[in-house]
């Protein structure tokens, strides 16, 4: 369909001027059992941690990897501000 894509590239919380795109990852994803290895295989990125997209781009380089682009609204809710317009976009619509 129109909103699905087949992954290419993604970058891990990019700061704004430097994303490649208004697209998001929004933390759901169906994953195959290979993921694993792949995991096991990779290094560790930001903060020394071992980041699920680095791994997830490897499949991505491999053409694996397929995105929906969902329609509605997205807040970050991992942040006071985020939170508030999620509470005050859901109270809205009550």
Avoid: H
Avoid at 42 to 57: F, N
């Amino acid at each position: 369909t129109e909103d699905t894509y087949r992954v290419s590239g993604m970058v891990e919380k990019p700061e704004p001027e430097d994303a490649p795109s208004n697209l998001a990852i929004i933390g759901r994803y169906i994953l195959t059992p290979d993921i694993f290895d792949i995991i096991r295989e990779t290094k560790p990125g930001k903060a020394g941690e071992i980041q699920l997209t680095d791994a997830i781009l490897e499949q991505a380089k491999e053409g694996r990897v397929i995105a929906y682009k969902f329609k509605g609204e997205r807040f970050d809710c991992g942040s006071v501000d985020g939170f508030v317009q999620a509470t005050n976009w859901f109270y809205e619509k009550m």
